[in-house]
């Protein structure tokens, strides 16, 4: 635990955004039984963009995360997403408004192949039913964008495979495909290298790279600032449940405070 006093560290508030800004988040909290675990945050960001969430052990990221994606319900504060309050609402509400969220493999429907389980995602977001699996036709909007997302994640080749022979790794590609499937207004990822040997770092960081490249905007949590820079448009920092900074790549490694809060910790 460092012993730097989060309000010395806090600088001036984070500037508003030139984009038009597809999520929002006003002092915004939570707090279990009366200790502030996240406090005050205002964030905003911008239509495309690719944001990454930093800060060192214990400073509230995955908080973070799960207050974004309706994990955890805001003790103070609000989130909006594309203008409206998403707030109050569950993780499957914001969903079908767009937020998406990945590396959620036990969300697969195994017995189904790998296609049907992206076409299902596409279609669902599109307005049809899952539960109607109905025919794949060749002109079907949804097994168009299914066939797309498959391709961006590299498993294009896998379509007909049942999900359940795919390997780890294949999976979180496949879940990666259903999350952009439903062209997602946002893309949140929680450490998606968490766990992975260092040669497994690559091919997902080049991924994630391309799934941004194709115009989704994405919100990634993460520890390693070496695996996010090359990647981010901006990076916020976290220090002790607060944000400490929000801003480019450049700045932020060059802001005395952020480096202050990373002491005996790699930048
Ligand atoms: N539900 C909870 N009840 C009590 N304390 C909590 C709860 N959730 C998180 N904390 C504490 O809040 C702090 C922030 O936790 P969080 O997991 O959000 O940090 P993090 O930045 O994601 O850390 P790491 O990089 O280690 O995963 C930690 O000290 C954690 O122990």
Do not use: W
Not at 36 to 41: F, P
Not at 170 to 185: F, M, Q, S, T, W
Not at 219 to 246: K, W, Y
């Amino acid at each position: 635990m460092s012993s730097v006093d989060t309000h010395d560290l806090r600088g001036p508030a984070v500037p508003a955004p030139a984009g038009r800004p597809v999520m929002r988040t006003s002092g915004l909290g939570f707090a279990v039984g009366g200790v502030r675990i996240v406090s005050d945050v205002d964030l905003d960001v911008r239509q495309g963009e690719f944001l990454a969430v930093i800060g060192p052990n214990g400073a509230g990221k995955t908080t973070l995360f799960n207050l974004l994606t309706g994990l955890y319900r805001p003790t103070s504060g609000s989130i909006e997403l594309a203008g409206d309050d998403v707030t109050r609402l569950t993780p499957a509400q914001r969903a079908r408004r767009g937020m998406a969220r990945s590396f959620q493999v036990t969300s697969l429907f195994t017995h189904l192949s790998v296609l049907e389980n992206v076409r299902l995602a596409a279609r669902a977001h599109l307005g049809g039913s899952a539960r109607l699996l109905g025919r794949i036709g060749r002109g079907d909007e949804a097994v168009r964008r299914a066939e797309e997302a498959l391709e961006t994640v590299g498993l294009a080749d896998r379509a007909t495979e049942t999900a359940a022979n795919l390997s780890h790794g294949n999976k979180r590609k496949l879940d990666l495909a259903i999350a952009i499937a439903g062209e997602p207004r946002v893309l949140l990822l929680d450490e998606p290298t968490a766990g992975m040997g260092a040669d497994d770092l690559p091919p997902v960081i080049d991924l994630i790279g391309r799934i941004h490249a194709r115009g989704t905007t994405i919100v990634m949590v993460e520890h390693r600032m070496d695996l996010i820079l090359g990647l981010a448009d901006r990076i916020a920092v976290m220090h002790h449940g607060s944000l400490l900074a929000c801003d480019e790549p450049d700045t932020v490694m060059a802001d005395p405070t952020v480096q202050t809060a990373y002491l005996g910790e790699p930048l």
